[in-house]
């Protein structure tokens, strides 16, 4: 249905443009924004739409400011706020010219010419004889580039600083090893621990193995990224000591959860930001008290496109903004966030591309029926669209969508906890979205009452451990999701523990899991859906393919449930932020009834009228398990040994899971229209 209504907006919209302005690189500010005379910035056609609401109101169908082809440098945010809202029936569009590449660059583009070769032995000593003749330096200040962020001694969420892209491509700060991770060799003091209660005043210590490490000046700066504990838990660390003597490497900051084995892989990091393992073509390395860039261009430069991302602040901002379109733009290379919308109503962004992100492409925070459409997100710093509204305590959805986007590469600057997609609040639809190449998880889910469906999502979690490509925990007031006719294959990575599509954690409850399409969906000790200490979720009429295990749970004891009920996090969870007690929650919800007396009880799953194919294994845990199909042979797939999604007509499978109902395979995934003219392969 909500394509048919897409599809009659578009076919509206094509040929009503209202009244129109244009903007180009070769306009001027005092032009009076027509195809012939435009406008040089954004700026100019927003102001100018100030001006005509100021003198009359917006016309019969709207503004749309038309933005002509060419590489338009942000040097601050574009700032649109309730003055600059259009209206239902007369809406404001900023539109890319059809056919025509417009760029929004949150970065300064450095000439060739800037980049010189080493003088003499004394410049960078630290290099190499084989490095220093492939390595050029530029001088950011005499460029006039002075802001270069700054790097905090511990981080999680990677710091707003400057990025270098060569022909689009994100270039690595000089870094050791160049591929992969080292491993902590032997744990010597792992510092305070707080998930085992071990408390402690000292700092992490571990010993190294080889003797690389020793050539690093500490003094300027070391950081080391790494999974100190847990595979699902990534920090970066300042280094405070080197000694060669002993092989150890003492820790500045302490590590939240201490160094050691969360996690039974071995525990993996690596030198970021170091100028002595400037040694790959591609690395680059910014000495932020002289201004210098070092960097080794992967080709030649003079041929080359470079930019240093040097815009600190979301390059487009809407603010308490309504009825505002922004469509067929590319931004890119930007330190922090691409476009943020907090508040307001029904604005779309629409048909862009956003790549190359220091942070986030896209956030939406608040408001009511804000869409993302038909957009091609990757290569951010973080994550793709983090997007939020409506109000749990009284469970009004907000109505925002996001749909038919391809979304992949992200997480390039933090590998844990950023996702493709991230919801939150009550409300958001999550449909035809491509979601692929992620190291941790792909969705992210908090809230009530979201419906994911018609997705596809793949190699999701290939660098993590005990992680899902779908994510959602520790708040059973978070009910009534639905999880409905996605395609979860290729999920999880060669770590010990497990990882799996959907994750349930830490007391979940109240969830739906129907119609999707597993295959290769879990790795380890988890099922393809895969429960932690949860209840009273369904997952029924699903296919399971070839996973080492369709549906897991690890229930807890009662012991387990009451020290949670009687914890802060659960009382301000149940009874604080939302009161799970009264309406709409007792009535919305009735399972609830009672969920805070700290009583014994069987707490079981619903598994039923699903389909498993090849899996190693059924279920495990407390499942209530009913009318599931099982099959270790061919169910009548049409190729097998190319395809094992696509099942025959007259496949015996129909026959033997009568109660069955019928997965939309061909709906899964992106669609073509006016905004998605092609598809990827």
């Known amino acids: ?75 601050t945010t574009f700032a649109l706020t309730e003055a600059d809202s259009g209206a239902p029936d007369r809406p404001v569009v900023y539109r890319a010219r059809s056919g025509e590449q417009v760029r929004l660059s949150g970065g300064t583009v450095l000439p060739a010419e800037a980049f010189k070769p080493l003088s003499d032995a004394s410049e960078a000593p630290e290099l190499n004889p084989t490095t220093r003749s492939q390595v050029r330096c530029a001088d950011l200040k005499a460029l006039g580039i002075t802001d270069y962020g700054v790097i905090p001694d511990q981080f999680i969420e990677p710091p707003n600083v400057p990025e270098l892209f060569f022909d689009e491509q994100r270039m690595t700060l000089a870094r050791w090893p160049n591929e992969g991770w080292a491993e902590i060799a032997k744990v010597v003091e792992s510092g305070p621990a707080s998930w085992r209660n071990f408390a402690s005043d000292k700092p992490g210590i571990f010993e190294y193995s080889g003797n690389q ?15 100190w504990c847990f595979d699902w838990a990534s920090e970066t660390l300042r280094v405070a000591k080197v000694d060669p003597a002993t092989k150890q490497i003492t820790l500045g900051p302490k590590h939240g959860y201490g160094l050691g084995n969360g996690n039974p892989a071995p525990r993996r990091y690596r030198a970021v930001n170091v100028l002595e393992e400037l040694d790959l073509a591609g690395e680059y390395f910014l000495d932020r008290e002289s201004g210098k860039l070092y960097f080794w261009p992967p080709a030649d430069l003079t041929k080359a496109h470079v930019v240093l991302s040097t815009l600190s602040t979301p390059m487009i901002t809407l603010e308490n903004t309504s009825h505002v379109t922004m469509q067929g733009f590319t931004l890119e290379a930007c330190r922090g966030n691409a476009l943020e919308i907090k508040g307001g109503q029904s604005c779309r962004l629409a048909a862009c591309t956003i790549r190359n992100t220091g942070l986030d492409a896209i956030i939406v925070d608040g408001g009511e029926k804000h869409t993302v459409i038909a957009c091609d997100i990757h290569d951010t710093g973080t994550g793709g669209v983090k997007m939020g509204g409506g109000d749990r305590k009284t469970l009004t959805p907000c109505g925002h969508e996001i749909l038919n986007n391809h979304i992949w590469n992200v997480s390039r600057r933090r590998p844990t906890h950023a996702y493709h997609v991230q919801i939150s609040g009550v409300g958001v639809h999550v449909a035809h979205n491509r979601l692929h190449d992620a190291p941790h998880q792909s969705i992210g889910l908090a809230g009530n009452e979201h419906l994911i469906e018609l997705n596809e999502i793949f190699r999701s979690g ?35 523990h497990g990882s799996c ?7 979940t409850g109240g969830q739906t899991v129907e119609g999707n399409l597993f295959l290769h969906a879990s790795a380890g000790q988890f099922g393809a859906v895969f429960i932690h200490g949860g209840h009273d979720n369904r997952v029924e009429n699903n296919i399971f393919i070839d996973c080492t295990r369709a549906v897991g749970h690890v229930p807890w004891a009662d012991s387990t449930w009451n020290e ?95 109660g069955l109902k019928p997965i939309p395979f061909h709906e899964i995934g992106l669609y073509k229209d006016d905004l998605r003219t092609t598809l990827p392969e």
């Open 462 to 496: 290939m660098d993590s451990d005990d992680c899902g490509a779908f994510y959602m925990g520790r708040n059973p007031s978070e009910r009534g999701n639905i999880i409905r006719n996605n395609y979860w294959h290729e999920i999880g990575s060669n770590f010990a």
């Open 501 to 507: 599509a959907v994750y349930f954690d830490d007391g």
């Open 213 to 227: 490490p020793e050539r690093w000046n500490v003094a300027r700066g070391v950081w080391l990224h790494g999974y």
């Open 564 to 658: 949670w009920l009687a914890g802060e996090t659960w009382k301000a969870h149940l009874v604080d932020e939302v009161d799970i007690t009264k309406p709409p929650y007792s009535e919305r919800y009735p399972q609830l009834q009672g969920f805070l007396d700290p009583v014994s009880k069987q707490r079981i799953n619903q598994a039923a009228h699903n389909v498993i194919i090849g899996c190693k294994e059924t279920a495990t845990g407390n499942w209530s398990l009913k009318d599931n199909v099982i099959l270790d042979t061919d169910p009548g797939f049409a190729d097998a040994a190319k395809n094992r999604t696509v099942l025959s007509a007259d496949a015996p499978l129909w026959q033997q899971a009568k």
């Open 1 to 75: 249905m909500f394509r048919m209504l897409s599809f009659f907006f578009l076919a509206v919209s094509s040929v009503a443009y209202g009244l129109e302005y244009h903007v180009a690189l070769s306009g001027k500010e005092t032009n009076a924004g027509t195809e012939n005379a435009p406008f040089a910035t954004l700026e100019n056609a927003r102001d100018a739409i100030r001006a005509l609401k100021q003198s009359g109101g917006l016309p019969e169908g709207g503004v749309t400011v038309w933005v002509h082809d060419g590489e338009y440098a942000r040097k």
